[in-house]
């Protein structure tokens, strides 16, 4: 498990550019909008800005759990705020946005699990911005079918939920969730008709290569039709550590086993987060 002092070339990010990202950032900055391209900064907003790609949060940006690789705060959160839907659909109007992620923190408080703001704020999207199509990466919501089925009313053109890792560094990783869980999630999904299902993997948390083929199988027995698999930064020196960098070679040839196991879509490199591309992810 020694490292590099230094990151591989190929995490190496170029500072995001293009005139529609400029555009973007200032309008977001202007209006204090809530993407979590920017608060997590991630290294593709140069991107998928530019194609019209951004993903939101909602239910605040406090988590009751508290997952070894994530960058959110966990604790008790805040009261919902109902104004929220609203608040997102101008959002999308605002950057005319053409694919909007939404996802939100896992509210175990909750008696509904933030199900019910979940089918508002995709109502309230669609309302405001009819052209606009959607990818709705949820929680778990404990496995509960009634508050999956409030998503799979509203008819997200892409419904997501992460496995995160493989099967046995579950616990380490997320310590709440559970693999199989998250499995059944995924296919009570497709059993209720949603056409699009997709999830995604980090690496470099300390799996072998068999067991990331393993997940990979896991999932496509779940019926998932799109996988995302990305390299895992350690978002915080109190955050779980990067045990290994996955050489791009290596990425290649997890895209090589999805492609051949039938899943639709699979991105598989260094930089790729679970919304990265993810308009392509309707067809
Ligand atoms: Fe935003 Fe996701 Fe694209 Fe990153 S990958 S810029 S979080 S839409
Ligand atoms: Fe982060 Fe989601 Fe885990 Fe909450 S449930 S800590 S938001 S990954």
């Known amino acids: 498990n020694i490292l590099p002092e ?44 530019g194609e019209g790609t951004a993903t939101f949060m909602i239910l605040g940006n406090v988590c009751t759990r508290s997952c070894g690789f994530c960058g959110v705060k966990t604790g008790r959160p805040e009261t919902v705020d109902w104004d929220e839907p ?12 053409k694919h909007a992620v939404l996802t939100s923190v896992d509210r175990d408080d909750l008696k509904d699990m933030g199900s019910i703001m979940w089918e508002e704020t995709v109502k309230a999207v669609r309302r405001m911005n ?23 009313d ?28 998250s499995l059944g999630v995924l296919k009570y999904l497709k059993s209720q008709g949603q056409r699009r299902t997709k999830s995604g993997i980090m690496l470099g948390l300390g799996e072998e290569r068999e067991e990331v083929i393993q997940t990979l199988h896991d999932l496509r027995d779940h019926d ?11 978002p915080s020196k109190k955050h779980l550590p990067v045990k290994q960098f996955i050489n791009p070679d290596q990425f290649k040839e997890y895209e ?3 492609l051949e196991l039938g899943f639709r879509h699979v991105e598989s490199s260094a930089l790729v987060r679970s919304s990265y591309k993810a308009q392509k992810h309707i067809n």
């Open 130 to 152: 009819p052209e606009t199509t959607l990818e709705t990466l949820i929680p778990d919501f404990q496995g509960i079918e009634k508050h999956i089925d409030r998503i799979i």
């Open 86 to 97: 609203e608040k997102v659909a101008r959002s999308i109007k605002l950057m005319q946005i």
């Open 154 to 181: 509203v008819a997200p053109e892409v419904v997501s939920h992460n496995i995160e890792t493989v099967r046995r560094l579950t616990r380490e990783v997320r310590i709440q969730a559970k693999y199989d869980r």
């Open 256 to 258: 090589e086993i999805g």
């Open 224 to 234: 998932v039709d799109v996988v995302t698999i990305g390299q895992y930064l350690q």
């Open 6 to 49: 230094r990151k591989p070339k190929w995490l190496r990010v170029k500072l995001p550019t293009g005139k529609k990202y400029t555009e973007l950032r200032s309008l977001v900055d202007k209006y204090k909008l809530n993407t979590i391209c920017t608060s997590g900064s991630c290294p593709n907003m140069g991107e998928c800005w």
